[in-house]
């Protein structure tokens, strides 16, 4: 065991983290160079892409090290965004020490921040790492006063590097066995193995990622998840190389997998304990939390004939993604649907990216919505998360709607414009104080309804992309509730409808109306566009009548083109969802969720 | 057989607006070009089938580019391989385009002679600032001349190839234009909205916000005019584009929109044989180089199935104010529109944009502004 250590990388996107990984991959020689490609752990398109991490890897490295010793290095890898914070909480717990990973050239992020912070709460050992040193732009001094100034962390330990180039990555790999400690348990104890994350494997089921914390597990024992009391008999265990390799048993201090014919990574829940069946252990490992959707939204397949598809296509990507819920839904505007519950809007968008990439099904989302409480008339409690449910007025005694504490990491000249972007989106008790000279760390309590609206984006935009924030979840406070329906012609789409606070409804609702009327294109006949609370019109706009669209000259030899240009135009139109006699692109639909830039 | 289109692609010099084919040309235009035409002809002419029972042209059509850039004698032996070549009905329209600058008597008696009997001259305004902004090669008074040199070597049956909804152009401006071409009495008008087309100089220029286009409006104004006046001088509105004196529509274009056969001779020009559709070669050079060779110029080709060939013959023939005929779609598809499309075309009906009068199924007075809307559920 005193040759193990667990460790993971605590970093903002972009800082370098995958790269720093890769490298740390090849020094240990696990990977030839022409095998190499970049961002290994990063198994799907959209993280190469997006340079994110969205699924967690855990990989073992082999490592011998200067004092000739063979040590085991397992680097649990973890999302890198703050929908993800929860699974990044399991996953740091399976671990002793993390590496701080911050760019030389950008320094410390509310997110690094963020993380630290529950790094530091699992008691973990911390190594301060700086990457891209190669950068011209790189000023380390700085961000190395910073690190030692306002995170307090140990000036004389930080490690310089160029994952990129690879200097300095072997310091990193000597620290990690020097500095931090290694794993502690008793392998004749009763099992105690905490999930920190679980994928799906088409012919094995789900591969669950753990840790040992004390105990051991064998193939063939009968283990009990303690949350549900569901106990499977255990298929392989084994070690996470490159590829899984099957060992003869996990001990207390090993991080691996186990296979034990569990159906889907739903049954699994990241934080929860396994423990053998005819010896338990005395009671779970701390920290268990249920996993909670606050973003909510339908996705309905653009052509009706999809929902087949879009069904099987879901339950595909549930096998691997346990945060993301769903069930039947359906609007009289688009058909059959799904209402999908997610950790956040970057989960959202990925799950919707996914659907379109993977499976290659078109969609339109609704407004994303968060869960409301409603108090009707006789004291009871209503949760709605979808506009189609939002109850008779008449009967409504008060309204309750989320709040999150928003952590928005600044330099200070942007202050002005992030206090006023969050007193546009109902923030209350702003504060703020200087992490270090020129930096301000802004906190607000603001509703998660204003964060899902564009919020980020939004920020970024401000702040010319240096504002990083971060966020958790507060409580439920009392708001003022109405329904805003979008009437297209004089017909209500339901897929348009929101819940929204009173003073922005006519903001939004004008916002739609002018959305809208960018994005559906001339028809024969005039399109009024209407924004209503219940009876009340709030704001209306009109599209005009197409009243040109005609081919001047047609002759012989243009024929084929012609038909080509009616073919596509008849192509685009059956993109078009058809509400009442008008027809409405996807992008009207994605329009209306987005704030102008 | 119906049609035969033979393709001059060389110009003076490229209308702003221009996005076909079409090369500048300083000087005559190359003689190697007109051979290779000739010998086009010839070899087509080898082609037995062309020749079979019933395949007779109906029309010669020269169009470019500009053809009237030949000289008269050229032209005449053009036209006369052509009538040589091929089965011809007696009394056949054979047309040709022209610019009004390239245009002298002696050239036009020697086509006369040879047959040709139709002339189209590219006026498109009478406004000298219009045609500058255009970028034409002459001015008013050269159109005006062009006319009359026309009808003094014989032409009855001219076309005045007419544009609106030009860049600062008003109701008015266009009202003059119609009214001065109206005044000379020609038998045929082509009237043309403007579009602004990818990769010409006016997309150019539009997208540096350099050309103002008239609003939609003023566009719509001008069409009504142009309907309104020309119905007062005795023109018939026989297709979106196209008005005619009585038994003076154009046969060759006919034939395009009722879906017929032609043959394409020369550069970048395009056979159509009952739903077979060949494209030749589009570089003059290659053109030239393969016909000497004794080769059919063939660039590219597609074959449509019986479906999608009626589909298109409903979209052509709906550009006809007539429309299209439900007998002649019966006895060359054995498709009747109204089960083809069922709830498409009956909507349609429903919506008053489609009429079905007695044998014919035709675009409703308000559909013809937007036709592109209807066809594009059709095709």
């Known amino acids: ?597 | 057989m119906n049609g035969l289109y033979i393709h001059i692609p060389f110009c003076r010099r490229k209308c702003r607006y221009c996005s076909f084919v079409s090369q500048p040309c300083i000087g005559p235009p190359p003689a190697a070009y007109l051979e290779a035409l000739l010998s086009h002809i010839r070899l087509y002419a080898r082609v037995d089938w062309l020749k079979g029972e019933g395949r007779e042209i109906t029309s010669i059509f020269i169009g470019g580019g500009t053809p009237s850039l030949y000289d008269g004698k050229s032209l005449a032996r053009l036209i006369s391989a052509c009538r040589d070549n091929f089965n011809c009905r007696p009394g056949l329209e054979i047309s040709m385009e022209s610019d009004p600058n390239s245009l002298s008597l002696d050239q036009l008696a020697r086509c006369r002679e040879a047959g040709l009997n139709r002339l189209s001259i590219g006026i498109q305004s009478f406004n000298e600032r219009l045609l500058k902004i255009m970028g034409r090669s002459h001015n008013r008074d050269q159109a005006r001349q062009a006319f009359c040199v026309a009808r003094t070597a014989g032409f009855e049956n001219i076309n005045l190839d007419l544009m609106y909804g030009l860049p600062g152009q008003s109701p008015d401006n266009w009202r003059q234009t119609l009214n001065e071409a109206a005044a000379l009495a020609p038998e045929h008008l082509s009237i043309y909205e403007l579009s602004v087309e990818p990769g010409t100089r006016f997309a150019e220029l539009s997208d540096r916000r350099q050309l103002t286009l008239p609003a939609e409006e003023e566009v719509i104004e001008q069409e009504n005019l142009t309907c309104s006046l020309l119905e007062r001088e005795g023109f018939e509105r026989y297709e979106i584009s196209n008005f005619a004196r009585p038994e003076r529509q154009c046969r060759h274009n006919l034939n395009y929109w009722r879906n017929g056969s032609y043959l394409g001779i020369g550069a970048a020009a395009v056979s159509c044989l009952s739903g077979l559709r060949l494209r030749n070669v589009e570089k003059t050079e290659t053109y030239i180089k393969m016909v000497r060779q004794g080769l059919l110029p063939l660039a590219d080709g597609e074959a449509l199935s019986k479906e999608a060939s009626f589909r298109e013959s409903v979209i052509m023939g709906l550009r006809l104010l007539q429309g299209v005929s439900l007998t002649d779609l019966r006895l060359r598809y054995v498709l009747h529109p109204r089960d083809y499309y069922g709830p498409v075309l009956h909507n349609l009906i429903k919506r008053g944009l489609i009429a079905m009068d007695g044998d014919y199924m035709r675009l409703s007075a308000a559909a013809l502004p937007v036709a592109n809307q209807i066809l594009a559920e059709l095709v």
């Open chain 1, 1 to 597: 065991m005193n040759n193990i250590r667990n460790f993971s990388i605590i970093a903002h996107i972009d800082h370098g983290k995958s790269t720093l990984a890769d490298r740390m991959i090849q020094l240990c020689g696990m990977v030839s160079d022409r095998e190499f490609k970049n961002q290994l752990l990063d198994s799907m398109d959209i993280e190469r892409e997006r340079g994110i991490t969205i699924k967690s890897q855990t990989i073992c490295l082999p490592y011998k090290a200067r004092d000739g010793k063979q040590y085991l290095l397992n680097l649990v890898d973890t999302p890198g965004h703050v929908d993800f914070s929860y699974e990044v909480s399991r996953a740091l717990s399976s671990c002793e020490g993390a590496l701080l990973l911050v760019d030389a050239s950008q320094g410390v992020e509310a997110q690094t921040l963020a993380n630290l912070y529950l790094a530091m709460e699992n008691d973990l050992e911390i190594i301060p790492v700086l990457n891209k040193i190669d950068l011209p732009a790189a000023d380390p001094d700085t961000v190395a006063f910073q690190i030692e100034e306002d995170l307090g962390l140990d000036g004389e330990n930080i490690i310089r590097c160029s994952a990129k180039t690879g200097e300095g990555v072997d310091e990193v790999l000597e620290a990690i066995v020097n500095h931090l400690p290694p794993p502690e348990g008793d392998s004749k104890a009763p099992l105690e193995a905490l999930i920190f994350d679980a994928s799906y494997d088409a012919f094995r089921g789900t591969i669950i990622s753990c840790r040992i914390f004390q105990g051991m597990i064998k193939a063939g024992d009968t283990i009990i998840f303690m949350s549900n009391g569901a106990s499977y008999k255990v298929e392989e265990v084994g070690w996470f190389d490159l590829k899984r390799t099957p060992r003869k048993s996990l001990q207390a201090g090993e991080i691996g997998y186990i296979i034990a014919g569990v159906k889907t990574v739903s049954d699994t829940r990241p934080g929860d304990t396994i423990t053998l069946k005819d010896r338990p252990c005395a009671a779970a490992l701390p920290g268990f939390q249920e996993i909670k959707q606050v973003v909510f939204s339908s996705l309905y397949p653009i052509s009706t004939d999809e929902y087949e598809n879009l069904a099987t296509a879901i339950e595909k990507l549930k096998l691997n993604d346990a945060a993301l819920t769903y069930q039947k839904d359906s609007s009289s505007a688009l058909g059959f649907g799904f209402r999908c519950g997610f950790l956040g809007l970057l989960h959202l968008e990925v799950v919707q990216e996914r659907l379109e990439r993977e499976f290659d099904i078109p969609l339109i989302l609704t407004v994303p919505s968060v869960n409301y409480h409603f108090y009707l008339n006789d004291d009871s409690l209503l949760e709605v998360d979808n506009p189609a449910y939002f109850p008779d007025p008449t009967l409504l005694k008060g309204t309750e709607e989320p709040f999150i504490k928003a952590s928005i990491l600044i330099p200070e000249r942007y202050m002005g414009a992030v206090m006023n972007l969050c007193m546009e989106r109902r923030g209350e008790n702003t504060n703020y104080h200087y992490p270090t000279p020129g930096r301000i760390e802004f906190t607000c309590e603001i509703p998660l309804a204003e964060i899902i609206y564009d919020f980020y984006d939004k920020l970024k935009s401000i702040t010319q992309g240096y504002g990083s924030f971060d966020y958790e979840l507060l409580d439920y406070r009392p708001s003022d509730l109405v329904k805003l329906d979008i009437l297209v012609n004089g017909e209500r789409v339901d897929a348009l409808a929101q819940l929204v606070h009173r003073s922005k409804a006519r903001e939004r609702g004008l916002h739609a109306c002018d959305k809208l009327k960018e994005e559906i294109p001339r028809q024969m006949f005039k399109i009024a566009i209407q924004a209503a609370i219940g009876g009340n019109i709030i704001a209306r706009t009109t599209i005009s009548a197409l009243r040109k669209d005609v081919t001047a000259k047609c002759y012989g030899g243009d024929i084929t083109r012609k038909r080509k240009l009616l073919e596509k135009q008849k192509a685009g139109k059956k993109r078009m969802k058809t509400v009442g006699n008008v027809d409405i692109p996807q992008n009207a639909f994605l329009a209306v969720l987005k704030s102008d830039q």
